[in-house]
Antibody, heavy 119, light 109 residues
Framework: QVQLQESGPGLVKPSETLSLTCTVSGASISSFYWSWIRQSAGKGLEWIGRIYTSGSTNYNPSLKSRATMSADRSKNQFSLKLRSVTAADTAVYYCARGGGSGQRWFDSWGQGTLVTVSS | SYVLTQPPSLSVAPGQTARITCGGD??????VHWYQQKPGQAPVVVVY???DRPSGIPERFSGFNPGNTATLTITRVEAGDEADYYCQVWDSISDHDYVFGTGTKVTVL
């Protein structure tokens, strides 16, 4: 059974960088696609981006200029950095498996972590 | 960007059938996936690729996507089905955009 767990600060100041890590167990991140998705009251569910085994990444065009994903295969983790955050980036952030060729849906999700952007 | 529209809410009595719609431009040409989300929990996929069910999802959940409106049908509704439901597609035009619907809150009376 695949399990995902998000971790990172719950409070980020405006203009700073949001950093989150997803630790995966029960599956290797060297297989499949892995995505970040967020959910806010104002915009519902929003796909942020995905990373593949090769390390290649793709991002939601609306966030592409601010988002960076990376992977650490030795720890079976992948990460998200979102630069220059504003209050609009306040949301529950989920990591999930899926979002790529052969599986355009998300079959396993972390429990989610609330990130609040505030001074 | 591609937009998926769902009714905000739906009420259904136990034992009856709930039909949740998801509208989008030529949505029949895309594969639609459906998620159930209960309060404080992450979404769970209940139907993928229009009509397939993951293991563990009851047969009471079914999907259909014939044209401009995709539908998730829940038959013999139970109290435990009360949740938010979201549709989702891959926007092949933009190539890198996964789009979610606006969500439907299903209330079991």
């Amino acid at each position: 059974q695949v399990q995902l767990q998000e971790s990172g600060p719950g409070l980020v100041k405006p203009s700073e960088t949001l950093s989150l890590t997803c630790t995966v167990s029960g599956a290797s991140i060297s297989s499949f696609y892995w995505s970040w998705i967020r959910q806010s009251a104002g915009k519902g569910l929003e796909w942020i981006g995905r990373i593949y085994t090769s390390g290649s990444t793709n991002y939601n065009p609306s966030l592409k200029s601010r988002a960076t994903m990376s992977a650490d295969r030795s720890k079976n983790q992948f990460s998200l950095k979102l630069r220059s955050v504003t209050a609009a980036d306040t949301a529950v952030y989920y990591c999930a498996r899926g979002g790529g060729s052969g599986q355009r849906w998300f079959d396993s999700w972390g429990q989610g972590t609330l990130v609040t952007v505030s001074s | 960007s591609y937009v998926l529209t769902q009714p905000p809410s739906l009420s259904v009595a136990p034992g009856q059938t709930a039909r949740i719609t998801c509208g989008g431009d030529i949505i029949g040409s895309k594969s639609v996936h459906w998620y159930q989300q209960k309060p404080g929990q992450a979404p769970v996929v209940v139907v993928y690729d229009d009509r397939d069910r993951p293991s563990g999802i009851p047969e009471r959940f079914s999907g259909f996507n014939p044209g401009n409106t995709a539908t998730l049908t829940i038959t013999r509704v139970e109290a435990g089905d009360e949740a938010d439901y979201y549709c989702q597609v891959w926007d092949s035009i933009s190539d890198h955009d996964y789009v979610f619907g606006t969500g439907t809150k299903v209330t079991v009376l």
